[in-house]
C-alpha cells in the first residue's frame, strides 16, 4: 500500500513510520527543553539520570514508558540503516 502507483501501491502514508517520527522529534524537542519531561526521560534512558544524553546505541530497551521505548527502537532501526549504508560506500565517495 505504501509503494507508488506504478509498483502496484496507493501511496499511503505509512502510519507506523509517521508514528515513531512524531514521538522521535517529541523526545528530542523535550530534551532540549527544561521541563521536567527531560529529566524523566534522561533517568529512564539513562538509569542512571545523570546528564542528558541522547545515545546512537541503547543496550536495553525500556519497557517504563512507551516514548522512550519506541525511540530507543527506532534509534536502533536509524542507527543499524546508516551502518549497512556505510559499508556500501567506497572509499572516494567519502
Given at each position: 500500500m505504501?509503494?507508488?502507483?506504478?509498483?502496484?501501491?496507493?501511496?499511503?502514508?505509512?502510519?507506523?513510520?509517521?508514528?515513531?517520527s512524531l514521538?522521535?522529534?517529541?523526545f528530542i524537542r523535550a530534551y532540549n527543553s527544561n521541563h521536567i519531561i527531560s529529566k524523566i526521560q534522561a533517568l529512564i534512558s539513562t538509569k542512571s539520570g545523570h546528564g542528558k544524553c541522547i545515545h546512537q546505541e541503547y543496550p536495553n530497551v525500556t519497557e517504563e514508558e512507551s516514548i522512550c521505548k519506541s525511540v530507543q527502537e527506532t534509534m536502533k532501526t536509524i542507527i543499524d540503516y546508516n551502518r549497512e549504508n556505510y559499508e556500501n560506500i567506497l572509499q572516494d565517495d567519502f
Amino acid at each position: 500500500m505504501k509503494k507508488g502507483y506504478s509498483k502496484g501501491g496507493m501511496k499511503v502514508t505509512d502510519v507506523e513510520s509517521l508514528d515513531r517520527s512524531l514521538k522521535l522529534k517529541q523526545f528530542i524537542r523535550a530534551y532540549n527543553s527544561n521541563h521536567i519531561i527531560s529529566k524523566i526521560q534522561a533517568l529512564i534512558s539513562t538509569k542512571s539520570g545523570h546528564g542528558k544524553c541522547i545515545h546512537q546505541e541503547y543496550p536495553n530497551v525500556t519497557e517504563e514508558e512507551s516514548i522512550c521505548k519506541s525511540v530507543q527502537e527506532t534509534m536502533k532501526t536509524i542507527i543499524d540503516y546508516n551502518r549497512e549504508n556505510y559499508e556500501n560506500i567506497l572509499q572516494d565517495d567519502f
